[in-house]
């Protein structure tokens, strides 16, 4: 009896570096990257951040030399995160021109110009003393329209300062549109916006929150972000509502727990797709590297190519500069 050898044989694909190399179907291009950055008002030196090893809260000088880096590396764009001296319930911080983001953004695109495309998180929670992403009703509840006033506010600031694109991710109901109307109004209709459309509430932003200070008692985002476990069709229909309201380029996010929903929007979409590898994913490997378990380097690249195979034209990523350079 003659035994049946396979004739199909994928392996013969895989045998050697060079074979893997030319039939490689998802690669990795620095300008896709986009690196998140922490500034913080009135710090003399930068600040690690203590769950996110490598991270830092910058000085207004240690973030322009970062930014140099980034776009001599050939990274695609940053997105900044002002954290100001002093928060308070309306987060006044958020539209002031002097305010810590704006400050920022000016040092930036003076440093690099459009090497990159600078941008700003479009948020509240950075800057509000509560650490919610809106603002407050007397009961406590996060006031959508409320907060849509002040979203534009701090959107036409960031542009005024020279932000290249805006970035809601406050999840409220509404807020492309308020912003896109309010950047028209004030003459700033070529500024697109990412908008962070479906977005998941997730203990893996826990670092996140130490990298902007959000105050420890803050409870949670559930009001507002999406439930992992909610109705099935509500991270489409986020989306199609962000592009109805004029965004330019959608976001996913946290990125490794949303591959699912990553292909979905990928596959429905034709504008750009992001995603957001955030503060816990990158807390994780870091964490695990640190004790000996993982490969470092393998972690990272695998779980960008990951993103990148589920449908993310683009990535943010905290490691974008380290990645670029290697790529
Ligand atoms: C909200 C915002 C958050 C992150 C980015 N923008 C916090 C949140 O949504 O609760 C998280 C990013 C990360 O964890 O790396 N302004």
Redesign the pocket.
Known sequence: MTAEFPAARPRRLRRTPAMRRMVTSTRLHPAELIM?AFVKEGIAEPQQVGSMPGVVQHTRDSLRKAVHEAAEAGVGGVMLFGIPAVKDSHGSAADDPEGITQRALRDVVAEVGDALVVMA?T?L??VTDHGH?GILTPEGEVDNDATLERYVSMAVAQARAGSQMVSP??MMDGQVGAIRAGLDAAGFSQVPIMA?AA?FTSA??G??RDAVETPKDFGD?KAY?QDPAGPRGEALREVRLDLAEGADIVMVKPALLCLDILREVRDTVEVPVAA?Q???EYAMIEAAAANGWIDRDRAIMESLVAIRRAGADLILTYWATEVARRI
């Open positions: 998140p998180d948020c929670d950075e992403c991710s406050g962070y977005k893996f932003y670092p996140f985002r972000q957001y955030i503060s816990g």
